[in-house]
């Protein structure tokens, strides 16, 4: 089947459901650690909302959160496991609270300064851009199950933007984020969902089920997009989980757009 007629690309990144560490705020890297009640909860909720939603792959975690919120989802066979999808490895900063370190390293950040004994800002960077690679080559909507650090890190090498750009950007537990590409642009990556609740449904078209509407709001989003506008600019009319180059956070909408050549820049 040629380029053209193959579907387009939709990467739906999910985050595994809440954990005991997760809930306490203590980083959690390479600690194979299990769901609690909520987190499964949460897990069985995203069943719901991605029942209706046609994977052509499915790739999580080794990691026992990550495998058991996908089997959660609905997902327990033909999928693919990824090493490389793993959460950051913490190294001495492993089961430490977050706010400790911060009280003790004034300053500190993952994206920019690494962990001790742990991944450095390259090597994650290297990981993603390993991923972004294998993702490139597939087409259809993918499921990638993993974690937060990760998955914050895997959007910037998405975008194409350096790792430190991913401290703005918030992954909630079993919350969904869509990476795509713009229509009839594939040098450039996007995001079209970020950090959606797993109980709210994600409402993005596709196909013949585009309204006209849809397709002027879509049209004249390109336009813009084209000409150097801003999408934020974007008729308030538009629905939340509809924006091209939009992200979602916590109900607020961010344009975020990159270009996906050169994704290997300066991590």
Request: aromatic share 6%; proline share 5%.
């Amino acid at each position: 089947m040629s380029d053209d007629l193959r579907p387009p690309l939709r990467i739906y990144l999910i985050r595994h459901g809440q954990t005991e560490w997760s809930l306490s705020g203590r980083c959690t890297g390479l600690t194979d650690i299990g769901l609690t009640g909520a987190g499964e909860r949460e897990s069985r909720t995203l069943a719901a909302r991605l029942c209706g939603t046609v994977f052509s792959q499915v790739l999580v975690s080794p990691l026992q959160r990550a495998r058991h919120t996908c089997e959660l989802a609905g997902f327990g066979a033909d999928v693919e496991v990824d090493h490389d999808l793993v959460e950051w490895d913490y190294g001495n900063y492993e089961g430490r609270y977050s706010a400790d370190l911060h009280r003790e390293h004034p300053g500190w950040s993952t994206f920019r300064d690494g962990c001790p004994g742990g991944e450095s800002v390259q090597q994650v960077c290297d990981r993603a851009d390993r991923v972004i690679c294998g993702l490139r080559l597939l087409r259809g909507n993918i499921a990638v199950f993993s974690h937060a650090q990760f998955g914050r890190a895997l959007a910037m090498r998405w975008l194409g933007m350096p790792m430190i750009q991913a401290r703005h950007f918030v992954l909630d537990t079993a919350s969904i984020c869509i990476l795509a590409l713009a229509p009839g642009q594939p040098e450039v990556a996007i995001i079209t969902l970020w950090n959606s609740p797993p109980g709210i449904a994600p409402d993005v078209p596709d196909g013949d089920a585009i309204s006209a509407s849809d397709r002027e709001r879509k049209s004249a989003i390109q336009r813009w997009e084209n000409e150097g506008g801003d999408i934020r600019h974007a008729p308030s009319s538009a629905r939340a989980g509809k924006h091209v180059n939009e992200a979602h956070a916590h109900g607020s909408r961010v344009g975020i757009g990159g270009a996906q050549q050169g994704f290997r820049k300066a991590c």
